[in-house]
């Protein structure tokens, strides 16, 4: 991205803290300057805390669940207990872990960063919004200690609302409030991206990680709202007797269906849109050209923001749901995979004649791009009315969210974390490392999970905790993968923290553009810039004869 | 005159005038569709219902919650929540229509 | 932070323009989750009237049209009085902005217990399908279905109206004291998006309850 600073324009701050080498890091250090701070750049580090501890949490009944399916017998964990693993994994995984991964850690970190804003439009909504999912996260936790919840992440009615004895109201509770934290920080995003761009940064200059977290946040202001609601009616169903989807009353369980997948289907694409985001902006700095299409990326990240949300009924084809409106979500669902389709022919396209250079972001970049491919080729195998009749609850759709939510949107959570690693700490972590990772990944994720395509095309159905011995070769090879998947987790949490003390001091050790990287100190000062910049050519301006530092 | 609004709103008196003026036209709606309730419409009932709502919401939002004096972009954002409203419901009439 | 126009700018604008934008536009946005909010039950509403026409019908016959029509005046007469206040805070009318404002919580009170007396008539009638309580209503299931639908609409709409009153009384002890004038003004015109806002929801309510 071309700048050149501007005296006149803009309010000047602080410039005497670079020369006194003082940082958003170092500049306070008191646990109450972290608890109540305002500056995005530190909320996005409560947030990496948060979320970390709750990918923990995921995992662990994750490996419990692959732990119980080595034997076909279900002798590990009893079927009530299994399923409520299940539950405990999907919900948190999904609601917090996968939502606001991305948006809240580096999104949070670099929006501002990449627009030159000094900050968010609304910092101190921004930390509320810390603090409301904490307070989700509590709720959920105390679900899991009064005995868990069995409903699955889906909560399907008329089962939850009407027959599971588990903790039903305290999880809906929990994932009730966390909804609010991801409405108020799309909100603010959406906000900060209309109102607080600099001078000169019109949008077709904005890096495309700034479009997708626009169209993440879109999707979180417009769709969360209707996933609050149907968990709200539940709980009062629940407590009050009131009961909206109660057969007996007329009331229609396929309503809550309609509900949740008004908001469940966009919220995938909330899982994966920041993602596509992180890879559009490594692999141009990686490959060292200009991203291929860069207009055509950009509009498919709204395009996929609005169709989104035309193709929920895709989850309901055997449900009940009428014929023809069964048909009619299946061509949109059809539709929904242009823009997609789109962007993966830009990434290939940007490599074309590239200079490439495969450290460690790259190849979570570009695992990233063959995962997603997959997982996005086999939702359109789903979206396919009569195939789904057969594939519908087994563990193909086990493997094809699981390809574009953890090996798309995972990966590229690890890839983006540690390509702006750097940039959050001013420290070097270990290349050699953070490249066995990526592979070990990227071995590990298909082992775990190419065995379930296979699972389900013969019949497997997801959700089992014991099944016929003929599928026991698969189910073990999908255990062992998520070992080594786990192994490739857990390298980057302790070479990461390492770097903090030993890793060398840099300041932009990919010779990256991009104004969070040209125009502010790393790490940043409190309010990033020493002036306003400005703004005055498109972004990626790589050119292939330069190399990386 | 300090408005911290970007078009500088009526003058005074005018801009009492017109509130009040919307007032009137909005409790006239109110009591049309009153009186609709007791006038056998069939299948009109709700359109008719549903249609003032609509125009009275309009009249609410345009002049008494001053969207006439916002930006385009704010416009924008105020229609956004009805544009997605209508998706959610008619795709989800999409089905009850035709079970 | 800088003093400009009266109004504090914040560090991370530019303009008090700027900044007045942005609110507007994040408020604006605000309002829409909650439309979407409302949405999600409306769009149950909907579904289920299209399913059970008649049934519907015949349970709406049990609603107070008269109390449900006198309460959409009384909400559309406080959208006034938030509207002149709103006015009138900006010209620095003090005294005139505290009575709209004190006008509009009253009404907002007297919606509220209009509501309740609904609410008790139709306990005392056996309309309340809550457990514990006798349920006398002799339609088709649907029927209840209907009011499961009532109490949830119009309960989820109080409660949005219970938090714009108690708002609306703490925007009424600013201007009261008339600390900063230019800020008031704008807690006066946000509070009072919201305030019309829930009224818009109720304009969609009475009709989709009260005249089926
Ligand atoms: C390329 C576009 C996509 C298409 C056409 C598509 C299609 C589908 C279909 C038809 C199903 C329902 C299968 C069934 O239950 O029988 C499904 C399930 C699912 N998809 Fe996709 N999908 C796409 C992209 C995505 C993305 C981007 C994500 C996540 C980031 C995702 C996550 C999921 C999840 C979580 C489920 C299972 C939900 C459940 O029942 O628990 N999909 N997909
Ligand atoms: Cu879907």
Same mark, same amino acid.
């Given at each position: 991205?071309?700048?050149?600073? &501007?005296?006149?324009?803009?309010?000047?701050?602080?410039?005497?803290?670079?020369?006194?080498?003082?940082n $958003?890091?170092n500049?306070?250090?008191?646990?109450?300057?972290?608890?109540? #701070?305002?500056?995005?750049?530190? !909320?996005?580090?409560?947030?990496?805390?948060? !979320?970390?501890?709750?990918?923990?949490?995921?995992?662990?009944?994750?490996?419990?669940?692959?732990?119980?399916? !080595?034997?076909?017998?279900?002798?590990?964990?009893?079927?009530?207990?299994?399923?409520?693993?299940?539950?405990?994994?999907?919900i948190?995984?999904?609601?917090?872990?996968?939502?606001?991964?991305?948006?809240?850690?580096?999104?949070?970190?670099?929006?501002?960063?990449?627009?030159?804003?000094?900050?968010?439009?609304?910092?101190?909504?921004?930390?509320?919004?810390? $603090?409301?999912?904490?307070?989700g996260?509590?709720?959920?936790?105390?679900?899991?200690?009064?005995?868990?919840?069995?409903?699955? =992440?889906?909560?399907?009615?008329?089962?939850s609302?009407?027959?599971s004895? #588990?903790?039903?109201?305290?999880?809906?509770?929990?994932?009730?409030?966390?909804?609010?934290?991801?409405?108020?920080?799309?909100?603010?995003?959406?906000?900060?991206?209309?109102k607080?761009?600099?001078?000169?940064?019109? =949008?077709?200059?904005?890096?495309?990680?700034?479009?997708?977290?626009?169209?993440?946040s879109?999707?979180?202001?417009?769709?969360?709202?209707?996933?609050?609601?149907s968990?709200?009616?539940?709980?009062?169903?629940?407590?009050?007797?009131?009961?909206?989807?109660?057969p007996?009353?007329?009331?229609?369980?396929?309503?809550?269906?309609?509900? +949740?997948?008004?908001?469940s289907?966009?919220? %995938?694409?909330?899982?994966i849109?920041?993602?596509?985001?992180?890879?559009s902006?490594?692999?141009?700095?990686?490959?060292?050209?200009?991203?291929?299409?860069?207009?055509? %990326?950009?509009?498919?990240?709204?395009?996929?923001?609005?169709?989104?949300?035309?193709?929920?009924?895709?989850?309901?084809?055997?449900?009940?749901?009428?014929?023809?409106?069964?048909?009619? +979500?299946?061509?949109?669902?059809?539709?929904?995979?242009?823009?997609?389709?789109?962007?993966?022919?830009?990434?290939?396209?940007?490599?074309?004649?590239?200079?490439?250079?495969?450290?460690g972001?790259?190849?979570?970049?570009?695992?990233?791009?063959?995962?997603?491919?997959?997982?996005?080729?086999?939702?359109?195998?789903?979206?396919t009315?009569?195939?789904?009749?057969?594939?519908?609850?087994?563990?193909?759709?086990?493997?094809?969210?699981?390809?574009?939510?953890?090996?798309?949107?995972?990966?590229?959570?690890?890839?983006?974390?540690?390509?702006?690693?750097?940039?959050?700490?001013?420290?070097?972590?270990?290349e050699? =490392?953070?490249?066995?990772?990526?592979?070990?990944?990227?071995?590990g994720?298909?082992? #775990? +999970?190419?065995?379930?395509?296979?699972?389900?095309?013969?019949?497997?159905?997801?959700?089992?905790?014991? $099944?016929?011995?003929?599928?026991?070769?698969?189910?073990?090879? &999908?255990?062992?993968?998520?070992?080594?998947?786990?192994?490739?987790?857990?390298?980057?949490? !302790?070479?990461?923290?390492?770097?903090?003390?030993w890793?060398?001091?840099?300041?932009?050790?990919?010779?990256?553009?991009?104004?969070?990287?040209?125009?502010?100190?790393?790490?940043?000062?409190k309010?990033?810039?020493?002036?306003?910049?400005?703004?005055?050519?498109?972004?990626?301006?790589?050119?292939?004869?330069?190399?990386?530092? | 005159?300090?408005?911290?609004?970007?078009?500088?709103?009526?003058?005074?008196?005018?801009?009492?005038?017109?509130?009040?003026?919307?007032?009137?036209?909005?409790?006239?709606?109110?009591?049309?569709?009153?009186?609709?309730?007791?006038?056998?419409?069939?299948?009109?009932?709700?359109?008719?219902?549903?249609?003032?709502?609509?125009?009275?919401?309009?009249?609410?939002?345009?002049?008494?919650?001053?969207?006439?004096?916002?930006?385009?972009?704010?416009?924008?954002?105020?229609?956004?929540?009805?544009?997605?409203?209508?998706?959610?419901?008619?795709?989800?009439?999409?089905?009850?229509?035709?079970? | 932070? /800088?003093?400009?126009?009266?109004?504090?700018?914040?560090?991370?604008?530019?303009?008090?323009?700027?900044?007045?934008?942005?609110?507007q536009?994040?408020?604006?946005?605000?309002?829409?989750?909650?439309?979407?909010?409302?949405?999600?039950?409306?769009a149950?509403?909907?579904?289920?009237?299209?399913?059970?026409?008649?049934?519907?019908?015949?349970?709406?016959? *049990?609603?107070?049209?008269?109390?449900?029509?006198?309460?959409?005046?009384?909400?559309?007469? /406080? /959208?006034?009085?938030?509207?002149?206040a709103?006015?009138?805070?900006?010209?620095?009318?003090?005294?005139?902005?505290?009575?709209?404002?004190?006008?509009t919580?009253?009404?907002?009170?007297?919606?509220?217990?209009?509501?309740?007396?609904?609410?008790?008539?139709?306990?005392?009638e056996?309309?309340?399908? @809550?457990?514990? @309580?006798e349920?006398?209503?002799?339609?088709?299931?649907?029927?209840?279905?209907?009011?499961?639908l009532?109490?949830?609409?119009?309960?989820l709409?109080?409660?949005?109206?219970?938090?714009?009153?108690?708002?609306?009384a703490?925007?009424?002890?600013?201007?009261?004291?008339?600390?900063?004038?230019?800020?008031?003004?704008?807690?006066?015109?946000?509070?009072?998006?919201?305030? *019309?806002?829930?009224?818009?929801?109720?304009?969609?309510?009475?009709?989709?309850?009260?005249?089926?």
């Amino acid at each position: 991205m071309s700048t050149t600073a &501007s005296p006149p324009l803009g309010r000047r701050l602080d410039t005497r803290a670079a020369a006194a080498g003082r940082n $958003y890091l170092n500049e306070s250090t008191s646990l109450r300057s972290w608890l109540l #701070t305002t500056d995005h750049k530190r !909320i996005a580090w409560l947030y990496l805390a948060s !979320i970390t501890f709750f990918f923990f949490i995921g995992s662990l009944a994750a490996l419990l669940i692959r732990l119980e399916l !080595i034997t076909p017998a279900g002798d590990l964990v009893d079927s009530d207990t299994y399923n409520k693993l299940f539950s405990l994994h999907g919900i948190i995984m999904v609601w917090f872990f996968l939502v606001p991964s991305i948006p809240t850690t580096l999104g949070n970190f670099l929006l501002p960063l990449m627009i030159g804003a000094r900050d968010v439009a609304f910092p101190r909504l921004n930390l509320l919004s810390w $603090y409301i999912y904490t307070l989700g996260g509590l709720f959920t936790l105390t679900a899991t200690l009064a005995g868990g919840v069995d409903t699955g =992440w889906t909560f399907y009615t008329p089962y939850s609302s009407m027959f599971s004895n #588990t903790a039903v109201v305290m999880a809906a509770t929990g994932v009730f409030v966390v909804g609010f934290s991801s409405i108020l920080t799309g909100l603010n995003f959406m906000v900060t991206v209309h109102k607080l761009r600099a001078p000169g940064l019109t =949008w077709f200059r904005l890096p495309i990680m700034v479009w997708t977290l626009y169209a993440t946040s879109l999707i979180m202001v417009l769709a969360t709202p209707v996933l609050s609601i149907s968990l709200l009616l539940i709980v009062l169903e629940r407590v009050f007797g009131i009961g909206i989807f109660d057969p007996a009353l007329g009331g229609d369980p396929l309503l809550f269906q309609h509900l +949740f997948w008004f908001y469940s289907h966009p919220a %995938v694409y909330i899982m994966i849109l920041p993602g596509m985001g992180v890879v559009s902006e490594i692999i141009p700095c990686f490959a060292r050209r200009p991203l291929f299409g860069y207009r055509a %990326v950009a509009l498919a990240s709204l395009g996929i923001a609005l169709f989104g949300f035309l193709v929920w009924g895709h989850h309901m084809f055997v449900s009940g749901q009428s014929l023809y409106a069964g048909a009619v +979500f299946s061509l949109f669902s059809f539709l929904v995979a242009v823009p997609s389709a789109i962007k993966v022919f830009n990434w290939t396209a940007t490599l074309y004649q590239g200079r490439i250079h495969l450290t460690g972001p790259m190849l979570y970049a570009l695992s990233f791009v063959g995962l997603f491919t997959l997982g996005g080729l086999t939702g359109l195998f789903l979206a396919t009315l009569a195939l789904d009749v057969h594939l519908h609850d087994t563990y193909f759709v086990t493997a094809h969210f699981h390809y574009i939510m953890v090996g798309g949107m995972v990966t590229a959570y690890f890839g983006g974390l540690q390509f702006w690693w750097p940039k959050m700490t001013g420290r070097m972590y270990s290349e050699i =490392w953070a490249v066995i990772a990526a592979i070990t990944l990227f071995i590990g994720f298909n082992l #775990t +999970f190419f065995p379930q395509y296979l699972l389900g095309i013969a019949g497997m159905p997801r959700r089992y905790h014991s $099944y016929p011995e003929a599928f026991q070769l698969l189910h073990v090879a &999908s255990s062992a993968g998520a070992v080594l998947l786990a192994v490739g987790y857990l390298l980057p949490a !302790i070479y990461l923290p390492a770097s903090l003390r030993w890793g060398r001091r840099v300041d932009n050790p990919w010779g990256a553009l991009g104004l969070e990287w040209t125009a502010a100190d790393t790490p940043p000062i409190k309010h990033n810039f020493h002036q306003t910049p400005v703004v005055t050519g498109p972004p990626y301006g790589y050119r292939n004869d330069a190399e990386p530092a | 005159m300090t408005s911290p609004g970007t078009t500088t709103p009526l003058r005074h008196d005018r801009q009492l005038w017109l509130l009040s003026a919307i007032f009137l036209l909005l409790q006239a709606l109110l009591l049309i569709t009153w009186g609709a309730h007791y006038v056998p419409l069939g299948a009109f009932t709700p359109v008719v219902n549903f249609g003032i709502a609509i125009i009275k919401t309009l009249l609410v939002a345009i002049f008494f919650m001053q969207l006439r004096a916002e930006s385009g972009l704010v416009r924008a954002a105020a229609g956004l929540g009805g544009l997605w409203l209508l998706i959610l419901f008619t795709l989800l009439l999409a089905d009850y229509l035709t079970r | 932070m /800088s003093p400009q126009a009266g109004v504090t700018i914040q560090t991370q604008f530019e303009t008090a323009a700027q900044q007045r934008e942005a609110d507007q536009l994040g408020m604006w946005l605000f309002l829409a989750t909650e439309a979407l909010l409302f949405g999600g039950i409306f769009a149950g509403y909907l579904g289920y009237r299209v399913l059970h026409p008649e049934t519907f019908a015949a349970a709406a016959a *049990h609603m107070k049209v008269g109390l449900g029509t006198l309460n959409t005046a009384v909400l559309l007469t /406080s /959208s006034l009085t938030v509207a002149l206040a709103h006015h009138l805070v900006q010209q620095g009318r003090r005294r005139a902005t505290l009575v709209l404002l004190g006008a509009t919580i009253a009404l907002g009170c007297a919606f509220l217990a209009i509501k309740a007396l609904e609410y008790t008539l139709e306990f005392r009638e056996g309309l309340m399908p @809550l457990p514990g @309580l006798e349920f006398r209503y002799d339609g088709p299931p649907p029927g209840q279905m209907f009011f499961n639908l009532y109490y949830t609409m119009t309960g989820l709409h109080a409660l949005h109206l219970t938090v714009a009153v108690v708002m609306m009384a703490v925007i009424f002890v600013l201007v009261w004291r008339w600390r900063t004038p230019d800020r008031q003004a704008r807690q006066v015109e946000m509070a009072g998006l919201y305030w *019309h806002f829930v009224d818009i929801v109720w304009l969609f309510v009475y009709p989709a309850l009260y005249l089926v």
